[in-house]
Structure formats: structure tokens, C-alpha cells
């Protein structure tokens, strides 16, 4: 069970900064993936949402999650795109703000080709704060 590092995981994922959303990640023996993000203080989604009181938005908390739940197909994912094709039944408990570690669990229901069903949720210390189930593609880069 090999931690990736942020270094690592871009050997896999195309996202760069501001946008890659996992510090580390790893598979654990039972197929699930997990991803680890901790909020910066300065982080460009916080900044406006909202001045002297910021929140994470949701859609962050959701790439956040979508991002970890790539990392169970690492290997198939150089020289193609992850796009989001569908969020479904996502819910929000609790607020996450700078300061907080994001922990998500992401495990893949279902594959059909390229396409990818994968359930998560982000904790913040155990506290459950979204769930949902997501589904990507892999698209080959142009």
C-alpha cells in the first residue's frame, strides 16, 4: 500500500495547480482509494465565498472527491482526460474551511468502457461533510 505524493500523483492525474485537489492518495488493501487535501489559507475558491467567513464551495468539495476517485484507475488514466460526466445524490453535512484536512474514501461500483461509477465521501476529523456518487470518463487528450 503506496502513499503517492502530490509529485507523484501528477505522474496520473492531468490536473495542475491551482486545480490538482490531492496532497497524497493511496489504494488500500479492500480497492478503496483514498485522498487527502488540506485547505490552504489563500486558496483562490475561498477568497470570494465568502470575504471574512470562507467556505469551500460544494463544486470544490465534489472535485475534491472526483479527484481521488481517478486515483483507482491511475495506471489507465496517462494520455487521457478525467471528465466528470454525472453527480449524483450529493449531499453536504457540514461546512469545510481553510485550515481543514479534506479525507476522502472513493470506491468504483461500476465500469462500462471508458466510463467510470464511483461512490465517495470527504470527511474533515471523522465528521462526515459530502457524499456522493460520481461518473467520469476517460477521454483520450487531443
Known amino acids: 500500500m503506496e502513499t503517492l505524493t502530490k509529485e507523484q500523483i501528477k505522474q496520473y492525474l492531468p490536473h ?7 496532497d497524497e492518495a493511496y489504494i488500500d488493501d479492500n480497492g478503496i482509494a483514498h485522498g487527502k487535501y488540506l485547505i490552504k489559507q489563500d486558496e483562490f475558491f475561498t477568497r470570494g465565498h465568502f470575504p471574512g467567513n470562507p467556505i469551500v464551495p460544494g463544486v470544490i468539495q465534489c472535485e475534491i472527491m472526483a479527484q481521488s476517485c481517478a486515483i483507482l484507475v491511475k495506471e489507465e488514466i496517462p494520455g487521457h482526460n478525467t471528465l466528470y460526466v454525472g453527480i449524483d445524490k450529493v449531499r453536504f453535512k457540514s461546512i469545510v ?3 481543514d484536512l479534506c479525507e476522502v474514501s472513493a470506491t468504483l461500483n461500476e465500469r462500462r468502457g471508458e466510463m ?6 470527504l ?7 459530502c457524499k456522493g456518487q460520481l461518473t467520469f470518463a476517460l477521454m483520450p487528450k487531443e
Not at 16 to 22: A, G, N, T, Y
Not at 123 to 129: A, F, I, M, N, T
Open 123 to 129: 470527511e474533515v476529523k471523522g465528521k462526515l461533510c
Open 97 to 99: 474551511r481553510p485550515g
Open 116 to 121: 467510470f461509477f464511483c461512490s465517495a465521501k
Open 16 to 22: 495542475r495547480e491551482p486545480m490538482l485537489l490531492i
